[in-house]
Structures are given as structure tokens and as C-alpha cells.
């Protein structure tokens, strides 16, 4: 029998990592952060009801934006929006 403190004492161990890897569904890599009025996703959030990006996709917020580039069509409404 060996001593618990002699199998841990200078030896090797070994690591367990647990990777988590998000799901990619088809047309993933076509998806865009567009922009909504923040006031919107927050009723979207409660209510579940869709919101109009400035681009005018509907849609229901639920992925994490900043995973994804932002669409170029918001990007340029907003921009007109704010004088640039």
C-alpha cells in the first residue's frame, strides 16, 4: 500500500480541461450585429417580441453580439444618423 502523500510528492499529474465549444448553425458566417435602440432589446428581452435593426431586419435578439462583425448597412445609417 502507498501513502497518499508519496504518490503526490514530485510526480506527474495530469490535467482535465473542459472545453466548451459553441454549436455553428448553417449561415453562421453570414450573420451580422446590427444596431437597435437599446431601450428595444430590452423589451425584447422581456417581452420576446422582435426588433427592427436600422437596416430593417426583424429578428429576436438572443446571441451575443459581440461575436459577430457589425453590419455594414447599420453601420452606415447610424453614421448618416450622426453626422459623420
Known amino acids: 500500500m502507498v501513502d497518499e ?4 510528492r514530485g ?6 480541461r473542459t472545453e466548451t465549444q ?3 448553425e448553417a449561415g453562421d458566417h453570414e450573420r451580422f450585429a446590427h444596431y437597435v435602440r437599446k431601450e428595444k432589446i430590452m423589451e425584447s ?11 430593417g431586419k426583424v429578428w429576436t435578439p ?3 453580439p459581440k461575436k459577430f462583425p ?10 448618416s444618423m450622426m453626422g459623420d
Request: net charge negative.
Open 5 to 8: 502523500s508519496e504518490e503526490t
Open 11 to 16: 510526480g506527474t499529474a495530469t490535467i482535465t
Open 22 to 24: 459553441q454549436s455553428v
Open 45 to 55: 428581452a422581456l417581452s420576446g417580441e422582435p426588433v427592427i435593426a436600422l437596416c
Open 62 to 64: 438572443g446571441r451575443d
Open 70 to 79: 457589425v453590419c455594414p448597412e447599420c453601420k452606415e445609417v447610424y453614421e
